[in-house]
């Protein structure tokens, strides 16, 4: 038997954990499923000198079996009760080098997380789905320090960031993630797997941030204000588009076919390439 399962405040806090009210407001829905828990863990694909960062532990389910994986692993959890437990269940002497960080993970700074000898992160998390794109969009801001992220959210939305151009669910999310990241659908998982079940089917997926990217936009503030506009009226054609809008300069069609793109086309038709190029052409231009 462990060396903690004598201690009281051990018992103490096992007892909080078994009785652990899940909290909505913390996007609390934990997982239970064994298969599927043993699947997500595989999907990663981990080596033991990963430098391993999971966002929301909450009670385990992942932790301790992506833990037997790696030598060294970090998480982040908000909700100090559930951090508690964690550091009790998973001992530090056991684990001299399992961290725990007790932060909220949209502020973190995950430079931090990085040196050279640790090397770039391995991120993996079942996030809370109500704040999973703010999230995301902190994460793409340290990419250049993190090798891949491994995450689950509502299946509806990890098939928008990882549509291809031209099918119904290819979009703004799309266009920003696979600008910066290759994406991967990676398994579909049931409503049942989570306790308490939440309200949709979920999905994981893997996101590998670019070394070099393929395409470049010269200002990616105004490449994200492009595609936002756009797509904000994918029905329309890109001239109607530009033209209407009050950000966007109106283009001609020797100004699109500069572009190598076809005034007439719709949003979902333009490649992260298209987009980029609309971006850098449209930018030389003055909104007038
Ligand atoms: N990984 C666990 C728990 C998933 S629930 C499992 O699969 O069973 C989501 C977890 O994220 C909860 O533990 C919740 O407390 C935590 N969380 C919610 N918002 C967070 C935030 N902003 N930063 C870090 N963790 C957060």
Redesign the pocket.
């Known amino acids: 038997m462990s060396k903690n399962s004598f201690d009281a405040p051990s018992i103490a806090n096992s007892l909080r954990t078994a009785k652990h009210q899940p ?1 909505k407001r ?6 239970h499923d064994t298969s599927i828990i043993r699947q997500i863990v595989d999907s990663v694909r981990l080596e033991r000198d990963d430098n391993l960062v ?6 385990g ?2 932790t301790e079996p992506l833990l037997a994986e790696v030598d060294a692993m970090t998480v ?4 100090r009760d ?1 951090a508690d437990s964690l550091r009790i269940r998973i001992g530090a002497n056991s684990h001299p080098n399992f961290t725990i960080i007790k ?4 502020e973190v700074d995950y430079r931090e997380l990085y040196s050279e000898t640790r090397g770039k992160l391995r991120v993996v ?4 789905y109500n ?1 999973s794109t703010p ?1 995301l969009f902190h994460l793409l801001s340290f990419a250049d320090v993190i090798q891949d992220m491994h995450f689950m959210l509502q299946k509806e939305v990890v098939e928008r960031i990882t549509a291809d151009v031209g099918s119904k669910t290819y979009g703004r999310l799309s266009v920003i993630m696979q600008y910066y990241c290759a994406t991967d659908y990676l398994l579909t998982v049931p409503r049942g797997a989570f306790n308490p079940p939440p309200k949709v089917t979920s999905a994981v997926f893997r996101l590998t941030p670019h070394t070099d990217k393929p395409v470049v936009a010269d200002d990616e503030a105004h490449f994200a204000i492009v595609v936002r506009e756009t797509f904000n009226h994918r029905r329309k054609t890109l001239r109607a588009i530009f033209k209407k809008s009050a950000i966007l300069p109106t283009l001609s069609e020797e100004d699109f076919l500069a572009c190598h793109i076809d005034p007439q086309a719709r949003p979902e038709t333009l490649s992260v390439s298209d987009f980029v190029a609309l971006s850098n052409y449209a930018k030389t231009i003055d909104v007038s």
């Not at 932060?103 to 949209?106: G, H, S």
Request: glycine share 14%.
């Open positions: 909290r913390f996007g609390q829905n934990f997982l999971e966002i929301g532990p909450g009670m389910a992942l982040i959890e908000l909700d559930l932060a909220n993970a949209m998390g079942n996030l809370p704040i999230i």
